[in-house]
């Protein structure tokens, strides 16, 4: 049974930063994309990052330069470092997997496609306050 749990969430400030972690068991995930997803409430789930077996990552352009997704497969582990968090990046955070690859940039990569994703954790919230 494929099981996604994530840890790290939390109430910070902002300007600091949290680390999230996604503990993937069930699985080898080391040929899934995985990806990181938030939903505020009364919003629509988005992605937030997401990277591929072969290391190819995409961020949203609200994150791109203050986050940063990373993967051990050794682990089946997955991370996402967020630094110069935002008010507006408070959201639950989902960690999710999946096997589809879109065509993309040149090539065919994993992208934060949602519906795409068909294993989901159960998520954390993350609280940014000003």
């Known amino acids: 049974q494929v099981q996604l749990v994530e840890s790290g969430g939390g109430s910070v400030q902002s300007g600091g930063s949290l680390r999230l972690s996604c503990a993937a068991s069930?699985?080898?995930?080391?040929?899934?994309?995985m990806g990181w997803f938030r939903q505020a409430p009364g919003e629509e789930r988005e992605g937030v990052a997401v990277?591929?077996?072969?290391?190819?990552?995409v961020y949203a352009d609200s994150v791109k330069g203050r986050f940063t997704i990373s993967r051990d497969n050794a682990k089946n582990t997955l991370y996402l470092q967020m630094n110069s968090l935002k008010p507006e990046d408070t959201a639950m955070y989902f960690c999710?997997?999946?096997?589809?690859?879109?065509?993309?940039?040149?090539?065919?990569?994993?992208?934060?496609?949602?519906?795409?994703?068909?294993?989901w954790g159960q998520g954390t919230q993350v609280t940014v306050y000003s």
């Open positions: 069930g699985y080898s995930n080391s040929s899934y994309c």
């Open positions: 990277i591929g077996s072969d290391g190819f990552t």
């Open positions: 999710a997997a999946g096997r589809i690859r879109r065509y993309y940039s040149g090539g065919f990569h994993c992208i934060g496609v949602t519906y795409d994703y068909n294993y």
